[in-house]
Every structure is written in C-alpha cells, then in structure tokens.
C-alpha cells in the first residue's frame, strides 16, 4: 500500500540474495553545483541521486544513516517489488566514486546494493529492526511464488490499490535469510514500521474486518488495535519519542462513500485519491486530523522536532499530479511546500539524527516513467 508510486501515466506497483540477482546499481551523478536541486527548494542542499532506473520506492534509514533498505521492481527481470539493501559508506577511504557532504563522503560500488527478498511474490515496506542486523517485511512468497493479482482490479473503472491478503510479515537477516514469521492469517498484514524506543512495531491489518492500524511488539505478540473507525488507515510512522503515530487514513462519511469504501473491501481493493493525515497516540488515544486539504495526502513522517510531519501531497494539483513534499506542523498550521519537481516527489524519511532526508522522485529520469531514490542535506 505504500509500495505506489507515481508516473506521469499512473500509480505504478513498487514492491537467494546473491551478486548473480539482478540489482540496481547506486550510482552518483557528475552534474555540478546541486542540478538536481530545484531553485524553490531551499530546505534541500546537495541532492545526490543514488539509484538509476526501474521504480525503486519507500528508501528508510538504519539507526547510524549509513544503510537504506527499500523496494526496487524493474518490469523486466524483477516484475514485482522486493526488496533491496544500499550501503551508505562513511569510512574516509578515497572511493572510486564519492560525493563530499558537509560532514562526511558517501562512496559508492556495484556491491552495496543487493536483493535481500527472496524473488518470491511480491513484498513490500521494509524496516531494519533495533540493532540493525534483521530488517522486517511484508511478503506473499508464503501463499505463492508468482506476483499475486487482484481480478476485480479490471472491473472497476476507477484507480485502486490491491490489498492482497496473502501479505504476512516477516524478519530476515542482511543475507536475505527469513528468521520469523509475525503474522500467521488470511488478513492482509503490511505496512509495518518501529518506533525509535525499538519496543514497538506499527502495522496495517484487516483482521477487524476494515482496514486499521495496530500495533504489537517485536515478537509478535501483544497485537493491540489502534484504530477503529471505518475506512483506510496505513502508512504509520512512530514519533522520534515513540510516543505518536502520524498516518494516512480515508473518512468515508456519506452514504454513497460507505457504500464505495464497503464494496471495494469486499473486492479487496481500496480507492487512494481522497487520504488525509492524522495523529495519535501510539495506543490510538487523542486522536487528531492534520490536513483537511483533500485529494491524496499520505507518505507522512515526523521531522525530528516532533512538532512538523513531512508529507507527499496532489492538494493543488487539477490533473491528479504532481505529487509535491509539504511540510505541515501537528495543529495543522504552517503549511509549507518541499519540494517542487514537475511530476512527482514522495516517500520522505529524515536520518536519525535530522540531517539528511530521503526520498524518492521522477526528477532527472530523461523522460522516462523512472521512480529513483534521492538523498539531500536538510536546512531548516
């Protein structure tokens, strides 16, 4: 559900790790004076781009800021999304290829980059676990080795998200090994992040019979329901404190819109184009809308401050696109726009410690319907 993407044609699907798998290669641009920078962009410095090709989506940080894991999906050798680790160098070596930050070099190889799913199925959202040596995702590999389909996608004449029951979450080491299974149902259960406090996992199930967020600890025991009140909720981030959620959820209100919303479950499938974001408690206690700027918000994520949440947005957009970062603060005031690339910009994530955003965009892609990941240094 996170593993969307945007193209200027639609909303694309993102989703034995060895060097013989086909991988994306990171790479770094020789283009000077921060091209790939837009002017507008004043909190961005330095914007280096880290891969080249495919649809490659939802990059999140490890605990230092050295590492990424994300999903990369090529059409072609990978049809459906797995997902991949990047290595992030920081050892003052003189690399073969680097890129100067203000406080350290980022080197790059064809061998920082690997699959570290299995190949089977198609998964989605990944999350290095505390201590970084295990990261946890959604996978469908358990129910069949193929891409999994939703039928009914044909039928409705109207964009929609599959949400595929066979999705269960899983841990696995940095050599792609699977360690435990979490979740063991025929619900869809993805979506899956750790607060900062490494205590708790957040994640998206079906298992009330609506879409909602629950959390559970790192085990997967202790499943607790957060959410309760009908219509989507997902794409959950704790705050740097742990203490809230910031998430994406849709409000059907009107009778038709129940009726919509309730048929689509039934087809297991959700309409994304009116989201708005909200926070909470972790235990779902004071529960608040951010935005009321309709159309799609989503992909949000606390600014180390706590006090803002950094988000993709289409508000001000009257074809469907593009998708924009904006900047909001928790009461809902201070809108700012991020980023301003023509077509689309999303999937932010801060580095632990507040000096670095990533994110993935169409910028610098010649043309093509290419999703890559971006790294750049923060300036408040």
Same mark, same amino acid.
């Given at each position: 559900?996170?593993?969307?993407?945007?193209?200027?044609?639609?909303?694309?699907?993102?989703?034995?790790?060895?060097?013989?798998?086909?991988?994306?290669?990171?790479?770094?641009? #020789? #283009?000077?004076?921060?091209?790939?920078?837009?002017?507008?962009?004043?909190?961005?410095?330095?914007? #280096?781009?880290?891969?080249?090709?495919? $649809?490659?989506?939802?990059?999140?940080?490890?605990?230092?800021?050295?590492?990424?894991?994300?999903? *990369?999906?090529?059409? @072609?050798?990978?049809?459906?999304? !797995?997902?991949?680790?990047?290595?992030?160098?920081?050892?003052?070596?003189?690399? #073969?290829? =680097?890129?100067?930050?203000?406080?350290?070099?980022? !080197? *790059?190889?064809? $061998?920082?980059?690997?699959? /570290?799913?299995?190949? @089977?199925?198609?998964?989605?959202?990944?999350? *290095?676990?505390?201590?970084?040596?295990?990261?946890?995702?959604?996978?469908?590999?358990?129910?069949?080795?193929?891409?999994?389909?939703?039928?009914?996608?044909?039928?409705?004449?109207?964009?929609?998200?599959?949400?595929?029951?066979?999705?269960?979450?899983?841990?696995? $080491?940095?050599?792609?090994?699977?360690?435990?299974?979490?979740?063991?149902?025929?619900?869809?259960?993805?979506?899956?992040?750790?607060?900062?406090?490494?205590?708790?996992?957040?994640?998206?199930?079906?298992?009330?019979?609506?879409?909602?967020?629950?959390?559970?600890?790192?085990?997967?025991?202790?499943?607790?329901?957060?959410?309760?009140?009908?219509?989507?909720?997902?794409?959950?981030?704790?705050?740097?404190?742990? =203490?809230?959620?910031?998430? %994406? +959820?849709? %409000?059907?209100?009107?009778?038709?819109?129940?009726?919509?919303? @309730?048929?689509?479950? +039934?087809?297991?499938?959700?309409?994304?184009?009116?989201?708005?974001?909200?926070?909470?408690?972790?235990?779902?206690?004071?529960?608040?809308?951010?935005?009321?700027?309709?159309?799609?918000?989503? +992909?949000?994520?606390?600014?180390?401050?706590?006090?803002?949440?950094?988000?993709?947005?289409?508000?001000?957009?009257?074809?469907?696109?593009?998708?924009?970062?904006?900047?909001?603060? /928790?009461?809902?005031?201070?809108?700012? !726009?991020?980023?301003?690339?023509?077509?689309?910009?999303? *999937?932010?994530?801060?580095?632990?410690?507040?000096?670095?955003?990533?994110?993935?965009?169409?910028?610098?892609?010649?043309?093509?319907?290419?999703?890559?990941?971006?790294?750049?240094?923060? /300036?408040?």
């Amino acid at each position: 559900m996170r593993y969307f993407s945007f193209t200027p044609f639609a909303f694309i699907f993102f989703i034995s790790c060895t060097n013989q798998q086909p991988n994306p290669t990171p790479q770094t641009t #020789t #283009t000077e004076a921060d091209s790939l920078r837009y002017p507008e962009e004043k909190h961005l410095r330095n914007v #280096t781009q880290l891969t080249f090709g495919g $649809d490659n989506a939802e990059a999140y940080f490890n605990s230092n800021g050295f590492w990424l894991t994300y999903q *990369f999906t090529d059409r @072609k050798d990978i049809p459906c999304d !797995q997902i991949f680790l990047m290595q992030l160098k920081a050892d003052g070596s003189v690399p #073969t290829s =680097s890129i100067q930050f203000s406080n350290f070099s980022l !080197q *790059f190889s064809k $061998d920082t980059s690997w699959m /570290v799913s299995n190949g @089977k199925g198609r998964t989605t959202c990944s999350y *290095f676990l505390p201590g970084d040596s295990l990261i946890l995702y959604a996978s469908t590999h358990l129910a069949a080795d193929t891409c999994p389909q939703n039928l009914f996608m044909k039928e409705v004449k109207k964009y929609v998200w599959p949400i595929f029951y066979a999705y269960e979450i899983i841990v696995a $080491d940095l050599n792609g090994n699977i360690k435990k299974q979490l979740t063991s149902n025929n619900f869809y259960d993805a979506e899956a992040t750790i607060s900062p406090k490494g205590d708790r996992i957040v994640f998206t199930s079906t298992r009330s019979g609506d879409i909602e967020l629950y959390t559970m600890n790192l085990d997967g025991s202790d499943v607790k329901q957060v959410t309760n009140e009908l219509g989507y909720d997902g794409g959950a981030f704790f705050s740097p404190d742990g =203490s809230k959620l910031v998430f %994406r +959820a849709s %409000r059907p209100k009107t009778e038709e819109e129940i009726k919509n919303y @309730k048929d689509l479950l +039934a087809k297991g499938l959700v309409a994304p184009t009116d989201m708005e974001i909200f926070i909470c408690n972790a235990d779902g206690s004071e529960m608040k809308q951010v935005t009321t700027l309709g159309k799609a918000n989503w +992909a949000p994520f606390f600014h180390p401050s706590g006090n803002k949440i950094i988000f993709c947005s289409n508000h001000q957009s009257e074809k469907g696109f593009p998708f924009h970062l904006y900047m909001i603060n /928790v009461d809902g005031t201070g809108l700012e !726009q991020i980023t301003f690339d023509p077509m689309f910009d999303s *999937f932010p994530m801060f580095s632990p410690d507040g000096k670095y955003l990533v994110f993935c965009s169409n910028r610098n892609n010649k043309g093509t319907r290419d999703t890559n990941v971006f790294l750049a240094e923060w /300036v408040e």
